[in-house]
């Protein structure tokens, strides 16, 4: 008994794991070898593996306004995130450390966030660019319960916290 119980045990660890982890990628080589592409779900743990990104050093050189950050913090949480990047993709190299750094900053669960990473043709493993209409990478998809409340679009207009505060102040 003591073992069926272990084994239990040990086997819904796993999963609880599993669930957290969220990576479902697959790598691509690139056709001269120079880059890595991933295809599919992943985290910002996989990205920091990316070395084009250079997420960490780039998230920490950020500076985000702190009073935007600040009204983030308080309002963010309602909120659901999904980020189409492509690890080819130099906006996204870009754009992705410094909304690591905003999120990070303003207390957002990062494991709660959904990552796709697609590829050259910004297709993603299962078809997700499908039910998102994504046609440029990164887009961030900011939704509230089911619907979309607002996306950033491969670039920003006035800073990466400021446009997504904008688009939670404007619903």
Known sequence: MKRILLLLSLTLGYMSVQAQN??????????????????????????????AFHLQE??????????????????????RLTLFLGTWCEDSHYLVPQLYKVLEAAGYPLNTITLYAVDRAKKARNHEEETYAITNVPTLIVSQGDKETGRITESVHKSVEQDLLDIIVKK
């Not at 780039?58 to 963010?76: H, I, M, Q, S």
């Open 22 to 51: 969220k990576s479902d990628y697959e790598v691509i080589p690139s056709e001269n070898n120079t880059e890595v592409i991933y295809k599919g779900q992943c985290t910002f743990d996989d990205i920091g593996k990316v070395a």
């Open 58 to 79: 780039n998230a920490a050189a950020y500076k985000p306004d702190a009073a935007v950050t600040a009204a983030l913090k308080e309002k963010l949480g309602a909120y």
